[in-house]
Nanobody
Framework: QVQLVESGGGLVQAGGSLRLSCAAS????????MGWLRQAPGQEREFVAA???????YYEYSVEGRFTISRENAKNTAYLQMNSLQPDDTAVYYC???????????????WGQGTQVTVSS
């Protein structure tokens, strides 16, 4: 079992930046892939980014070039650096973990509770 706790969400103006963190605990292993997904009000949850245990990264096309996913295996922590934020990025952002990289919403076994990101225009 893996427990995930997100932090770093908040309110930011359009064009601003935020960095989300996801701290993993429990039966953790640097072999787990980590991911970020988000859900805007009234919309379905969508994939944002993922990083494999070896550091390979994957992005949803609308965030590529603006968001950067990274991880520090020694700290069992994953990050999502979000730059050039736009109002359409407003959502609850969830951290997820799975043994193999998943680039969809389904397939992630472990989930955090989510952190709110609000981008004002």
């Amino acid at each position: 079992q893996v427990q995930l706790v997100e932090s770093g969400g908040g309110l930011v103006q359009a064009g601003g930046s935020l960095r989300l963190s996801c701290a993993a605990s429990g039966r953790t292993s640097s072999d787990y892939a980590m991911g970020w997904l988000r859900q805007a009000p009234g919309q379905e949850r969508e994939f944002v980014a993922a990083i494999s245990w070896s550091g390979s990264t994957y992005y949803e096309y609308s965030v590529e070039g603006r968001f950067t996913i990274s991880r520090e295996n020694a700290k069992n922590t994953a990050y999502l650096q979000m730059n050039s934020l736009q109002p359409d990025d407003t959502a609850v952002y969830y951290c997820a973990a799975e043994y193999l990289v998943v680039v969809t919403v389904r397939g992630w076994r472990f989930w955090g509770q989510g952190t709110q990101v609000t981008v004002s225009s």
